[in-house]
């Protein structure tokens, strides 16, 4: 059995999607935006933006996951993909929600998921780019 929680290498395993850089990006994302959502904004945020921020960050990495999944046929591969880029962005309007508000007040931390969302998105969206180029469904 694999333990992902302690970074066993993917190589030899059936999931491919685990060596893709945007998949571990995401899953970073998921793992901090997730513990920020419950210890650092107000509990009145827990069921509103906090809810919200959390499904749109975890929605980026299953979408990558999915769409990997059905990678054999192009235009499935890329639609999730684009499922996957649209949901970082709207983690992006979330933070962006939760900072204007000020449910989150800590600046550097708002900077920091603020960097790390739009790198996350251009990577996914240069990710699009070579898929649309350079497909080949036997490829992991």
Request: proline share 2%; net charge neutral.
């Amino acid at each position: 059995m694999i333990d992902v929680r302690k970074g066993t290498t993917m190589d030899d395993s059936p999931f491919g999607h685990k060596k893709l850089r945007i998949w571990h990006k995401s899953r970073a994302l998921v793992r901090d935006i997730h513990a920020m959502s419950l210890e650092k904004l107000p509990k009145f945020e827990l069921y509103e933006e906090g809810s919200q921020i959390r499904r749109s960050i975890k929605s980026v990495k299953t979408n990558i996951v999915e769409g990997f999944g059905r990678r054999r046929y192009k235009a499935e591969y890329i639609r999730y993909l684009e499922f996957a880029y649209a949901s970082s962005l709207e983690s992006l309007d979330h933070l962006e929600t939760l900072f204007d508000t000020n449910s989150l007040q800590d600046e550097d931390l708002f900077r920091e998921f603020e960097e790390r969302l739009i790198d996350l998105s251009k990577s996914i969206y240069l990710f699009i780019k070579g898929v649309e180029r350079d497909h080949d469904p036997d490829r992991t």
